[in-house]
């Protein structure tokens, strides 16, 4: 049966600018480790399955449901702890302006990034359903757009209710330190160059950083380095050996490797499986 969406369009909008939809996609098809996007917010729905993902300097436990928010430049991993009954559908969008914040931040300070949302589970499952369905169609694209604006004033809605917590002040050791891995990953790294770079010990960096990340230096650089070779995967046509080379990967079996230790296949298979899911949308449906 069809569900009533119940959105006062006489309500004025909480927002400068309305939202555009660029992406959608499943997570049982495409899952990415550590990355972040410049220009886009996610929105990611779960329905169904347990999963544990960082946002940030979050840990996000998830459950069906749930929104997961990632605003655009923050970090997040979507491949960890995924259970094998885990699904979700992700939405990207574009040009959001909210009142007093940066471009495409649906979040407020201080808001953790995951969302409950089971009191209007079903209005979104069928919001993503039309979504879905209507980028499958030649002249779907307006029913979606509208769709995922909706979805994102549910979203809101349902964050204007929860309480915000007072920000923590973030080790600024670590944040450095994250910042010059996220610079300089193509390069030769050790945990002594970062340790000497910062004039820190090995071990105060080291633990200071997996306490505040959740991965030891060296890993935070490993899945940095694998996101960055899935988004050349994803919108070059580079060869394997080359995308390796530019993420930091000298030797391109140790990289295939690696890249089948974190995502789970390796990279071919990864860059085949997502064109293969994305073929047949139009090209604003696509995540830029």
Request: hydrophobic share 35%.
């Amino acid at each position: 049966m069809p569900v009533s969406i119940d959105i006062d369009q006489q309500e004025a909008s909480p927002f400068q600018q309305e939202p555009r939809l660029i992406g959608f996609y499943h997570w049982n098809r495409s899952v990415r480790t550590m990355h972040q996007h410049e220009n886009c917010i996610e929105l990611n729905f779960m329905l169904s399955g347990n999963g544990t993902h960082i946002v940030g300097n979050e840990i996000c436990h998830t459950q069906p449901g749930d929104i997961i928010v990632y605003d655009s430049k923050i970090m997040h991993d979507e491949s960890l702890m995924l259970d094998s009954l885990t699904d979700a559908c992700c939405i990207a969008v574009t040009g959001l302006q909210r009142p007093g914040a940066r471009p495409n931040a649906l979040l407020p300070p201080g808001t953790h990034p995951c969302i409950p949302c089971q009191s209007i589970a079903e209005e979104l499952r069928t919001l993503y359903h039309i979504i879905e369905h209507s980028l499958a169609k030649p002249h779907g694209y307006p029913a979606a757009n509208a769709a995922a604006q909706t979805i994102v004033h549910l979203v809101w809605q349902q964050i204007s209710k929860r309480a915000v917590k007072a920000a923590e002040p973030e080790n600024l050791l670590v944040e450095h330190a994250r910042s010059y891995i996220e610079e300089h990953y193509a390069e030769d790294l050790s945990i002594r160059d970062i340790a000497q770079h910062f004039h820190a010990s090995r071990d105060y960096i080291s633990h200071a950083f997996k306490h505040t990340t959740n991965y030891a230096p060296l890993q935070y650089l490993r899945r940095w380095r694998i996101g960055k070779a899935q988004t050349l995967l994803i919108d070059t046509d580079l060869p394997l050996t080359e995308i390796a080379l530019r993420v930091g990967f000298d030797d391109p079996n140790y990289f295939s490797r690696v890249f089948r230790q974190i995502i789970g296949m390796p990279p071919g298979t990864f860059r085949r499986a997502w064109r293969a899911a994305q073929q047949g949308r139009p090209a604003d449906s696509r995540a830029k």
